[in-house]
């Protein structure tokens, strides 16, 4: 008798521990389609505000909802639910209009019906000089343990928000460009390191970014390791791990 008891009792706590499981993964597969997503950064378009393996939480429910907020981009429905412009200055990740598939990350500038120009390496807002001060300079280090001194400047657009840029090359490719009228429904999208980040400056590869194609606000900085060392190499953790960033807040 004691052995069925015990028998049955196994078989129950087996099957608590299966429910419990399901339970959790459905939870996190809720928590990743509607409310924060996990993103890391493969590219310097974004430094310095974003590091080449930072590991970020995205807020989806920031600008509401469409098809692409969701695995695989289903066509469900066009436009948005729930939507909600962005702030100029936020950090954006979007679908790449060319392909509306590659997730790109970039610095939300210019709205519709805004003009937006480079002149001589200074971003112009509406005809008006958006404000760029020097600062110190910002320094990475290469494989082999060198530094590297790059120009760090903080610019303000009109609504207040500040942020660093670097602007490494003096009248670099996109420097200088013609002005771009913001389409309506469409926003205009740059890197804060502008002389390597290809961003709306570039029409034929990026160009002006649809409302539709927004994913969610970059929002924290949960996890960060250097480069060359990857999130499951554990053994590197001590000494690869950027700790003084983890946990930041995206700005």
């Known amino acids: ?20 499981v399901i339970h959790a993964l459905i939870l996190a597969l809720l928590v990743r389609v509607f409310l924060f997503q996990p993103f890391n950064i493969p590219s310097g378009s974004m430094i310095p505000t974003l590091l080449v393996g930072d590991y970020l939480f995205v807020a989806k429910y920031s600008y509401g909802y469409s098809r692409y907020s969701f695995p695989f981009g289903p066509n469900l429905f066009s436009g948005r639910i729930l939507g909600r412009e962005p702030d100029r200055g936020d950090v954006v990740v979007f679908k790449l209009p060319r392909d509306n598939e590659t997730d790109y990350i970039k610095r939300v500038i210019g709205f519709p019906g805004d003009e937006i120009q480079m002149i001589h390496g200074v971003l112009q807002i509406n005809g008006q000089a958006v404000k760029k001060e020097r600062t110190d300079d910002f320094v990475m280090r290469d494989a082999s343990g060198r530094e590297r001194h790059m120009a760090r400047y903080l610019e303000t657009l009109p609504n207040g928000v500040t942020y660093p840029v670097l602007d490494i090359v003096n009248e670099g490719i996109g420097d200088n460009t013609e002005v771009y009228k913001v389409p309506e429904d469409h926003f205009f999208m740059m890197g804060d390191n502008r002389d390597n980040s290809t961003d709306s400056r570039f029409l034929s590869e990026v160009g002006f970014v649809p409302f539709e194609n927004l994913v969610g606000h970059a929002k924290l900085i949960f996890f960060s390791i250097d480069e060359d060392a990857s999130f499951w190499q554990v053994w590197k953790w001590p000494t690869d791990v950027r700790w003084s960033r983890l946990l930041q807040v995206v700005h």
């Open 1 to 20: 008798m004691s052995v069925e008891v015990e028998e049955t009792q196994e078989k129950s706590g087996v099957k608590d521990t299966v429910r419990v």
